[in-house]
């Protein structure tokens, strides 16, 4: 079935891109810190499930690490004709910001890693609440 955005025009398009941002950097942000308030842990592991679906269950299909958000952001930047150089938005953030070119076996290595740190966190200030109470 062709989708109908090839009709959106290019200022529609830089604007889902700029979003499309805001809504990444939200989640990290959140993913990030969101464990540190008591009132939003709960959305906090929620989160972190759906990123874990996202990476390991539908990666069993796009390849690990799979994120709906960066497949949808990619696509638009294609018809904006600014095609990134990774399948990664933590990589392709880092590299437009540093203006390097970092290996992605050391982001994708940092990544997990602190992803796997601060959702065991996340379970454990979860259970901690959960007996407190």
Not at 20 to 43: K, V, Y
Not at 48 to 73: A, E, K
Not at 91 to 115: E, Q, R, W
Request: glycine letters at 6%; one cysteine or more.
């Amino acid at each position: 079935m062709k989708m109908i955005n090839s009709y959106i025009p290019t200022y529609a398009l830089k604007l889902l891109d700029f979003l499309l941002h805001l809504i990444h950097l939200s989640i990290i942000g959140f993913f990030i810190f969101g464990w540190l308030i008591e009132s939003t842990r709960i959305a906090h592991f929620i989160l972190s499930l759906l990123i874990l679906i996202s990476w390991c269950g539908l990666g069993i299909f796009f390849g690990f690490g799979y994120c709906l958000v960066t497949d949808i952001q990619w696509k638009i930047k294609k018809r904006l004709n600014q095609i990134p150089t990774t399948e990664f938005y933590i990589k392709y953030i880092l590299d437009k910001m540093s203006g390097l070119n970092i290996n992605p076996n050391i982001i994708n290595g940092i990544t997990t890693f602190a992803f796997f740190g601060i959702f065991i966190i996340s379970i454990s200030f979860i259970l901690i609440d959960f007996f407190r109470n």
